[in-house]
């Protein structure tokens, strides 16, 4: 296993027990020791490396953004911001995320990007949240989309997972919505993933793991 990061007590610390539908719906499929290695990530966010972590995809998802309000005009301006991303590794993912949806058949889609709303709930002392990557009207029906950003296709089952827990949020925060408005764009592959009706079997696991990680909360060290 490899070592975690030497500790820095400049950096912050989330005291509390939180994570993402995304982080949550990783968190169930995994095994005891990585499972401990995303809560040690959670805790103390400034001590590993950013790769392949969602704010590392900002840019090009802003990107996409752009191009869904303004069209191609929008991209210029979105590849010249990528080419000053100094970190080479970072910039080659990146131009990846951004050309990948470009080229993908729901560039094609007529997305009009809303405001991105926030949500996030108690659920037995962790706080669950919700932040979609990108809100968009399609027609008259808004839709809540994540991406799969990695260089990797995304796993069925933990999309399943994510669509569930994300639907499932929102409807407890009072939002009237579908399951079909929340949906999964898989930038690897090119694959939609549609949300389904949140299976009893799924929210059990949420609600026993939220125990778990809030008891494991404490004990994780630098």
């Not at 990783?26 to 950013?50: I, S």
Request: a positive charge; hydrophobic letters at 40%.
């Amino acid at each position: 296993m490899t070592a975690l990061p030497k500790f820095d007590p400049a950096k912050p610390v989330v005291v509390k027990p939180r994570l993402s539908v995304r982080s949550a719906a990783k968190f169930v499929q995994l095994p005891a020791t990585e499972q401990m290695r995303l809560l040690h990530d959670q805790k103390f966010p400034k001590q590993t490396p950013q790769v392949f972590m969602q704010p590392y995809y900002a840019p090009p998802i802003n990107g996409i953004r752009g191009f869904l309000e303004r069209g191609v005009a929008a991209l210029p301006d979105a590849r010249a911001q990528l080419q000053s991303i100094k970190i080479a590794s970072r910039r080659m993912h990146c131009t990846r995320v951004l050309e990948s949806f470009v080229q993908s058949e729901h560039a094609k889609r007529d997305l009009k990007p809303q405001p991105t709303p926030r949500y996030y709930i108690d659920l037995n002392g962790l706080e669950l949240r919700l932040a979609p990557d990108l809100v968009a009207l399609d027609g008259d029906e808004l839709r809540y989309i994540y991406f799969n950003a990695n260089a990797h296709e995304q796993d069925p089952k933990t999309a399943r997972l994510q669509l569930e827990f994300a639907y499932w949020l929102l409807r407890e925060s009072g939002v009237d919505v579908l399951p079909r408005q929340v949906e999964l764009i898989d930038l690897f592959s090119g694959k939609l993933f549609l949300g389904k009706k949140p299976r009893k079997a799924s929210l059990r696991d949420l609600a026993d793991n939220a125990r778990i990680i809030v008891t494991l909360w404490e004990t994780i060290e630098p």
